[in-house]
């Protein structure tokens, strides 16, 4: 199959080796020199001019410099002391060297101080890294940065030294913490952070878990591996909440449903309003009408008159018998 350095046509796939491997056993490959990682073999890295051209901004093209760096595992371009760039070909000098030892049992505080005074501290806690490690912190004056291609972003501005950490590439089993000391606080709409330089970009990049400490003046940043370092102040990012709108209610009526009506048949003549019935006076409830006269001469001797007790509702039987006696 393809990709393992013998390819489906049973040839030797480019940039692997292969030796032994017969019509009835496999052949063993593996990457030719300068070509990593073990296993894709995809990755050149080397200090050979006829492989790759030496070009301090050329970071693709494979080369490291003789001098300053060598591959690692990976086909990282791993630099030297006091070599810098992706291809570790540019050299420079810090006007702070330091040497140290990690401490075999217990944390291991470096300080960093230059004529008396503060620059900063790396704490290395116990077992972080093998007690003896030989490390270094080198320290260079900020006019280094272009001369090892790692000018500032255009909107920041450099609060500290440059912060060499070596052997470079360094990696430990817990977090170390680098303190970089500046001698100024945060303006309106600034934000302070340690900052990490990418030697395979040529760039730097935020480390946005930094804390600035108001009180000691120091920007603080936990650190896996060792690279070079430096404090910057630049605008706050601003940081953007998404809410959910609430639903929208609309001002608008829905209209019902309209219905079709059924067809009416012929229509019919309208009707002849007839004559407006005189208002019928409600009757009033517990009186006695007194009846009007009547026009026929009456000979029944009219019964004395008595005053009538008005029933209470709906006792209305009760009222005629006592008219009785």
């Given at each position: 199959r393809n990709g393992d350095g013998c390819s489906s046509a049973c040839t030797v796939e480019?940039?692997?080796?292969?030796?032994?491997?017969?019509?009835?056993?496999?052949?063993?490959?593996?990457?030719?020199?300068d070509y990593f990682p073990e296993g894709s073999c995809n990755t050149l890295c080397t200090s050979d001019t006829t492989l790759a051209t030496p070009d301090p901004t050329g970071c693709a093209s494979g080369?490291?410099?003789?001098?300053?760096?060598?591959?690692?595992?990976?086909?990282?371009?791993?630099?030297?002391?006091?070599?810098?760039?992706?291809?570790?070909?540019?050299?420079?000098?810090?006007?702070?060297?330091?040497?140290?030892?990690?401490?075999?049992?217990?944390?291991?505080?470096?300080?960093?101080?230059?004529?008396?005074?503060?620059?900063?501290?790396?704490?290395?806690?116990?077992?972080?890294?093998?007690?003896?490690?030989?490390?270094?912190?080198?320290?260079?004056?900020?006019?280094?940065?272009?001369?090892?291609?790692?000018?500032?972003?255009?909107?920041?501005?450099?609060?500290a030294y440059i912060f060499d950490l070596g052997p470079e590439g360094t990696t430990f089993s817990s977090d170390v913490t680098l303190s970089i000391k500046v001698d100024s606080y945060p303006?309106?709409?600034?934000?302070?952070?340690?900052?990490?330089?990418?030697?395979?970009?040529?760039?730097?990049?935020?480390?946005?878990?930094?804390?600035?400490?108001?009180?000691?003046?120091?920007?603080?940043?936990?650190?896996?591996?060792?690279?070079?370092?430096?404090?910057?102040?630049?605008?706050?990012?601003?940081?953007?909440?998404?809410?959910?709108?609430?639903?929208?209610t609309s001002s608008s009526t829905t209209p019902a449903p309209t219905t079709t009506p059924a067809d009416p048949g012929p229509t019919q003549p309208p009707a002849t309003a007839g004559p407006t019935p005189e208002p019928t006076d409600p009757p009033v409830v517990g009186t006695t009408a007194t009846p009007e006269p009547s026009a026929e001469p009456d000979t029944t001797a009219a019964p004395p008159s008595s005053s009538t007790t008005t029933p209470e509702p709906g006792g209305g039987g009760g009222g005629g018998g006592g008219g009785g006696g």
């Open positions: 480019a940039n692997w080796v292969c030796s032994g491997g017969s019509n009835s056993s496999r052949s063993t490959c593996s990457c030719d020199a080369y490291c410099g003789s001098s300053g760096g060598s591959c690692d595992s990976t086909g990282y371009c791993v630099c030297g002391r006091y070599w810098f760039g992706c291809q570790c070909a540019t050299t420079a000098n810090p006007f702070l060297p330091i040497e140290f030892t990690v401490n075999a049992v217990g944390d291991t505080l470096q300080e960093v101080t230059f004529n008396g005074a503060s620059l900063g501290a790396l704490l290395i806690p116990a077992g972080a890294i093998a007690g003896g490690t030989a490390l270094t912190i080198d320290i260079y004056e900020q006019t280094v940065l272009t001369t090892i291609g790692a000018d500032k972003p255009s909107s920041a501005t450099l609060l303006s309106y709409g600034q934000s302070f952070f340690n900052f990490y330089f990418n030697r395979a970009t040529l760039s730097w990049e935020t480390l946005t878990s930094s804390t600035f400490d108001n009180a000691t003046q120091t920007i603080s940043v936990p650190l896996s591996h060792f690279s070079t370092y430096t404090a910057m102040s630049i605008p706050t990012p601003t940081t953007t909440t998404s809410t959910t709108p609430e639903p929208t």
